[in-house]
């Protein structure tokens, strides 16, 4: 009998072998395989005229649509069976209800023998033929097996008693879990699970590996993972491992169906009971090694749900330890280790769980400070956006002592600034010689070649070749007429400041030309080519193994070190990201307000971020000219119909003032023949600068804003949304209906009123009618609204006051999870931001753009069309975006909108929000042609992979 079956590829291995025993010709592809070769679909339309029964494991891919109408045509004269975890796909299948119900727990239980018997009772059931066969048997749905054992537990105690005659005499200091999916077990697909258990015992630490099936489903009784894990890994609410691995994509909390955000709080939930580190490495699902190790893009599309989706959990190290064997035929495809991959994450895991044992006094810390270089000379150490970083690192060293660690603290930012510049700790060669460096005391170590060449000739012999065509053979050599970096009589300077346990340094430089430098000689930091020179490998090498950190911490955004030469996810040894942070567990200090470059040190360094809260935000004013011009302007207004000559004279002095300030961005078409038709374009831009919130001052980590400062920050939130029940939009109701303004006057009474309520209320406990009914009446039915509004407030001062940014930190230190939470712009009203202190993750991809996004980017696309109209008479051609992830991390895809709809597409949505499709839209109703031309930014490439993926289908552009 002839087959034809499209499956997931894990289920494909077995099936051929279970056709074989059964003398089936088993015709088999996988969705993988029609995800990378959409061509595949026209071989498998040719089978189907071909096949005798046709078995179909039906996805949520985009091919199936196309593949389902082949069925329809077919499936009249050929027996159809398909199944899938939806059942409502079911309905597809020509056979009867109960038939593919006992197909599908076949399938589902896996098994040789299970597939056997499938195809048994098929050949039974539709071919009449006589076949012995026995029904689905249940095969255990999660246990302990680890792999050179061959034995299931169903208890813990069991598996360690057991575990510890397996081992033997050896000594194991820790134990980590190991979450990894059924199906492996079940098929004996195991070798990378093998392989990491291996590295683990050959440390001294012991594993406890936990097969499960991750969606948890009612109707079969499994354990999803959080009850897994409570089987398995607590004991008396204490977890029973150091770390917790996790090879599954899914979240800990997914019920059966769709891979959904909403399963994530839960997984979040126990891992806060649990403390301990969540690590989810990464195997290569579309490339086998040698196709992961060429593409300088690592990963590729599969980023979206194998790493982007699993961060909303909190995981961390997203390392690739793995990848498909056999990739072009899936009945031979298996996964297989990448041994050096493996061994470099159990290494850094062991970090990890080290944190766990050690007592704080025996713990060291290296914080990493940024400098832009070439930059006002010195002036810019310790840089980062909205962050007060010195004073941040020296508030955090002396909580450190506090907790007992062995630091003698600088007394504040400023005194640790004169520090590093007294002692002149710093990578600089330009302004300052290396021998002054060592003179003042900036110096930390003087590494000479027997100690770096260890650490150099570990590195790919490629890798190596590159660094020592840049800047010559180790430590560092004269290469056209520039002097090797950071080099002292044949030794490599590491500088830095000494605080005892607690070390500061500048961030090594990225590349320099020395006294020779020319002020353009930086632009390497944006060469994806060129490497770091020797001194700044050198530094990370001599703080992992020298100097032996326990943890290293980059202070604000952003450094370069994510940003150096490698792959864009999944790195590998020769990646450079991967070199500099070694082996050292990496907390980032990160503002909140920055996902796509905080996204990049986490796929790229393995950064565990602990974003920091957005600067207070006021009002920006007015002042000097642009206030003196404001009141010309109302000076204007008042005399223009009873002084027409005043007026003149004011338009005079009004056209001297924009001009000295620009206020039109280089209009120069400006005289008293159109001077009223500026007028009101003045006023609109003195408008937006004055109503523009900017931020004041600079944040420091921990420091919580209070009294003015924190009602300033309170209503630079509220005040983004405008709806009628929020307070602008409940203010301008009330404001409106009392006065009888509108427009520009309405807009400004209505900021302030809302303004200096809000204050009363954070500030002194005033209700909003108290402090409205002042100037305003107030209904009995406006009562409700403000009550409402007031509790949002209230949630929003508690998320503040819950922010404990410097906890989350040392809590990092002591090998705990950190807690994950979204990322954005607080001031955009996303107070879902808060509270901080959390590894933020980016956003739900699936999502983009909202509805709301795409009414916005479809206005912003008509009003371009209809402006370039106007001004030429014709449409244009095209029109050229540079796409910036800000306008999905931020703007909800507004951008993104823009474009399609440029383009002729529209997004389609699910009825929980999240995207489904694209759809075209017809010239007859679009009316013009489709135009769009876009070029995405290099952090857009790197963190939004899959909408190049998913829009490629659309915009056929890239």
Known sequence: MKILTVMWSSYLSLMKEAANAMDIDLVAYSNKQINTNYELIDRIKAEMARAELIILYRTNDAFWEELEAAVREVKGRIPVVVVGSDPSYWALSTVSPEIVATVYRYILFNGKDNLVNMFGYLLHHISDQSVVFDQPQEIPWQGIFQPEMGEVFNSTEEYLAAYQRFLGPREIHSYVGLLYSRSNWVTGNVGIEKALVASFESRNVGVIPIFLYSLKDANLENLGGVEVIEKFLLRGGRPLVDGLIKLSIFFLGSLKGAMRESDSPSGVSMMKRLNVPLFCPVISYYKDKEQWLQDPQGLGS???????????????????????????????ECYEAIPDRVDRLAERIIRWVSLRKKTNRDKKVAFILHNNPCASVEATVGAGAHLDTLETVADMIKRMKDEGYQIDPPEDGRALI?????????????????????????????????????????????????????????????????PAAMVHEGQIVITGVNYGHAVVCVQPKRGCAGARCDGQVCKILHDPDVPPPHQYVATY??????YGVDAIVHVGTHGNLEFLPGKSTGLSSGCFPDIGIDTMPHLYIYNADNPPEG??????????????????????ELYGDLDQTERLLEEYARYKD????KAHTI??????????????????????????????????????????????G??????????????SFIYAIVRFDSTPDSLRGFVSTVVGRETGLAGDQLREQVEDAARDACRDYVLQGRSLAQ???????ILPDDLAGMEAIQQQIDNLVQAVALSDEPAALLNGFNGGYIESGPSGLITRGRADVLPTGRNFYPLDPQRIPTPTAWEIGKSLAEKTLDKFLEEEGRYPENIAFYWMCTDIMWSDGEGLAQMMYLMGAKPTWQSNGRRKGYEIIPLTELNRPRIISPRPSTCWTISFTMFRNSTSRWNGIW
Do not use: C
């Open 302 to 332: 599969q980023v979206a749900w194998s790493v982007a989706m699993p961060e909303l959990e909190g995981v961390i190290e997203p390392m690739i330890i793995g990848a498909t064997k056999g990739i072009t035929n899936p009945e031979e």
């Open 418 to 482: 004169n520090d590093i510049m007294n002692k002149k700790a710093i990578s600089e060669f330009r302004w300052t010689t290396v021998g002054e460096i060592l003179d003042k005391g900036g110096v930390l170590d003087l590494v000479e070649n027997e100690r770096y060449l260890p650490w150099f000739n570990a590195l790919p012999e490629k890798t190596r070749k590159r660094m020592s065509e840049a800047w010559g053979n180790p430590p560092g050599e004269e290469k056209n007429g520039i």
């Open 541 to 546: 090498k001599w703080l992992s193994k020298e």
């Open 599 to 620: 996204i990049i040190a986490k796929r790229r360094s393995n950064a565990v971020l602990v974003d920091h809260m957005q600067t207070v935000m006021v009002k920006g």
């Open 642 to 645: 009873v002084e027409p000559g």
């Open 651 to 696: 338009s005079h002095m009004i056209m001297e003032k924009v001009k000295e300030l620009n206020l039109l961005d280089g209009d120069t078409e400006f005289s008293h023949e159109n001077f009223s038709d500026k007028v009101r374009d003045i006023h609109d831009k003195l408008s937006l600068l004055k109503d523009t919130y900017i931020p004041k």
């Open 698 to 711: 600079m944040h420091i980590f921990g420091r919580r804003p209070e009294g003015e400062a924190l009602a």
């Open 771 to 777: 402090s409205l009914g002042v100037n305003f009446g």
